[in-house]
């Protein structure tokens, strides 16, 4: 017995103070004052789920850099590694090489299928009205929807307030607020709106150009949560927003204008029995309308379109078992031409009514005690009219997974049956849905991924490497211009590219996790490349390629008052397709294209300040004034290049600049 006297007294002298007592028996008995545990709290806001994902705390936006006085959820997403960089004027969330069509965003797992406000400085949520978001890069699980990109989700709250609370920011553009009312002990009601003044003090600097744009934009959530009892919560959810924008051109274009809008309503039904069974029953609907007009030297036309979907999407997880099912009718209004002394007659677009269905199912299987192997299987069908397909889709992931280190590599096989396409090099929301058939085929991708991620120093900081490969089928983009219309009797037939593609590229980003200053460095290499059968063999990189992308995040907090944040990001020019030449004839303007893609634009960059004062009020809880500086480095980044005539009659290609170099903002928000 005498080693475990010795072990006894080591832990003695080595634990804490206090007193051995030796008793006859040969067992020894220590009694403790005081035992000292340490480690590091976690204070970032991202988190990285076991299935790979990504899971963002929205309650600590207020910590982070702030834009005209707003942290956009979306905004931010876009500085993660594998998460495309966007300009000014555009506002897609491409993952991983994909078109923005490929992403699915939604709210609570219904589809927004636009999420553009102010022209990509904000995004249509308010980060005030949801607790958290979820990231997936891709479609790990049978049960994620028809994309062959990742999703983006913006989750609800599900805990009933135990008190009235609210929050409300005032800016310089916008202002916004957020009311959490529990109406009882099982229900409450979650109310935001938030309003644009772009125009009244930023009228004389919002141009492109040296032209004036004139913006507004406005939207509210409500969400009512009814929790039955400790296992059933019913989740009533409606979202609408509205969009309006006019520009003028006085040398080219004489009008433009745009208003477009999203609406949802979605009931949810959370389930938490016994046995180990959950469930998520969704029904909802959920439309989006765009209305693009266009004058120009006498001539006028508008270019509407419109998608709506009534849907129900079912999550059941047992034990191993994750079950899923998915019903939806698409009503798709394609984009028209109503033209106005065009001299060209557009015949009518029909509109289409088709119908999806999905059955999916995942089994998980325990391979050790921290691995796992997880298959499954979706089976969908798509009609359309007469035309009507089906796809089996697997996927396949092992997971390994200690306390400080994280493997996932995955396979999956997916399909995705509604379309996007249309110009959009300006920025505005002109591209429009339409459905596979009548000659366009189902697109279907092949993806391969690797992630690892592995803890550091007492879990203070977290790297993480993930490796992609997609091999893409049925790719389609947008070859023509808008000035099409006015020049030629454009055929949307002939204004599409169809082809195949590739997406490959790896990321790495280290997060600092805790401690005041919290936050992360992030580089993405990512090559997204097609190939269209109507112009050869050669590859050419698609209009959203960004291959080197560098972000910069952080956050500084010196004590309960004072914050700073801050955002770099460098990434390079995209893509675009310039004239070989131009010329008017019969007061037609005619453009010939050069080589596909085979253009970029400079590299953008851009230096984002903030700095935040914090106190505390008799009435309110928490009172905050927030100075913000976009582009604080005054880079001139380009945005697009376009056709311009001079005041000679000359034609010029120039690049479009965001005119206000530095946008500062002061906002006041508050906590009650």
């Known amino acids: 017995m005498k080693g475990k006297h010795v072990i006894s007294l080591f832990i003695a002298l080595h634990v804490g103070y206090g007193s051995v007592v030796a008793q006859e028996s040969p067992t020894w008995s220590l009694s403790l004052d005081s035992v000292t545990i340490r480690g590091s709290r976690y204070t970032s806001p991202v988190k990285q789920k076991a299935d790979g994902s990504i899971e963002w705390n929205l309650g600590m936006m207020d910590d982070m850099p702030k834009i005209l006085g707003n942290a956009d959820p979306v905004h931010f997403t876009q500085m993660l590694p594998g998460v495309q960089t966007n300009n000014e004027f555009r506002s897609s969330v491409n993952i991983q090489g994909c078109d923005h069509s490929h992403s699915r965003v939604s709210i609570a797992g219904v589809p927004i299928y636009n999420v553009s406000h102010l022209l990509g400085f904000f995004s249509v949520f308010n980060g005030s009205h949801y607790p958290s978001m979820r990231l997936a890069k891709m479609p790990m699980s049978s049960a994620a929807s028809n994309v062959l990109g990742g999703e983006l989700t913006m989750l609800l709250a599900d805990t009933v307030p135990q008190h009235f609370s609210g929050e409300a920011t005032i800016g310089l553009i916008s202002s916004q607020g957020t009311l959490r009312m529990p109406l009882s002990p099982k229900m409450s009601l979650t109310f935001s709106a938030r309003r644009s003044y772009l125009n009244m003090l930023y009228g004389q600097w919002l141009k492109a150009d040296g032209q004036t744009i004139h913006y507004s934009f406005y939207d509210v959530n409500a969400t009512l949560l009814y929790k ?76 509407p379109s419109a998608i709506m979907d009534l849907g129900y999407r079912g999550i059941v997880t047992w034990n191993r078992w994750n079950l899923g099912a998915e019903a939806v009718w698409h009503h798709i209004e394609p984009q028209r031409v109503e033209a106005v002394n065009v001299p060209f007659v557009y015949a009518k677009v029909p509109f289409t009514d088709s119908y999806e269905g999905s059955l999916a199912a995942d089994y998980t299987l325990p391979i050790t005690c921290n691995s796992n192997l997880t298959g499954g299987l979706r089976y969908s069908i798509y009609r359309l009219s007469h035309y009507m397909t089906c796809s089996l889709n697997p996927n396949l992931s092992l997971s390994y997974e200690t306390y400080n280190t994280q493997l996932i590599a995955g396979y999956t096989f997916r399909h995705q049956y509604l379309l996007q396409t249309g110009f959009s090099n300006m920025g505005l929301p002109t591209e429009f849905w339409m459905s596979c058939g009548d000659g366009r085929n189902p697109q279907h991708a092949h993806e391969f991924s690797l992630t690892a991620t592995q803890f550091l120093f007492r879990h203070q900081y977290r790297i993480s490497v993930d490796m992609f490969y997609r091999k893409l089928y049925n790719q389609v983009e947008f070859s023509g211009s808008v000035l099409d219309y006015f020049n030629t009797k454009a055929d949307l037939s002939n204004q599409m590219l169809f082809g195949h593609g590739e997406n490959y590229g790896f990321n790495v980003m280290l997060n600092k996790c805790s401690g005041r200053l919290t936050g992360w460095l992030s580089y993405s290499f990512t090559q997204a490349k097609r190939r269209f059968d109507a112009l050869g063999a050669q590859r050419y990189p698609a209009s959203h390629e960004r291959p080197h992308e560098v972000s910069v995040v952080g956050t500084y907090s010196f004590n309960n008052h004072w914050s700073i944040g801050s955002v770099f990001v460098y990434a390079s020019g995209t893509p675009f397709t310039a004239p070989a030449y131009v010329a008017m004839y019969n007061q037609n303007l005619l453009i010939n294209y050069g080589e596909h893609n085979a253009n970029r634009l400079k590299p953008y960059v851009r230096l984002d300040l903030s700095v935040n004062y914090k106190w505390r009020g008799r009435w309110i809880r928490e009172n905050g004034i927030n100075l913000s500086l976009y582009n604080a480095t005054s880079r001139n980044n380009e945005i697009f290049y376009y056709v311009s ?12 600049k965001f005119q206000l170099r530095i946008l500062p903002s002061v906002s006041y928000f508050c906590k009650f």
């Open 228 to 303: 039955a009892n400790e296992t059933n919560s019913l989740l009533l959810d409606v979202y609408h927003g509205n969009d309006k924008v006019s520009f003028e051109e006085d040398r080219y274009l004489s009008n433009m204008k745009d208003t477009w809008g999203n609406t949802s309503v979605a009931l949810h039904w959370l389930a938490c029995g016994q046995c180990g069974v959950n469930s998520k029953q969704s029904l909802y609907l959920t439309s989006y309308h765009n209305k693009f007009g266009l004058s120009m030297q006498g001539m006028s036309l508008e270019l």
């Open 645 to 656: 005539t001079d005041d000679d009659g000359s034609f010029a290609y120039r690049a479009t």
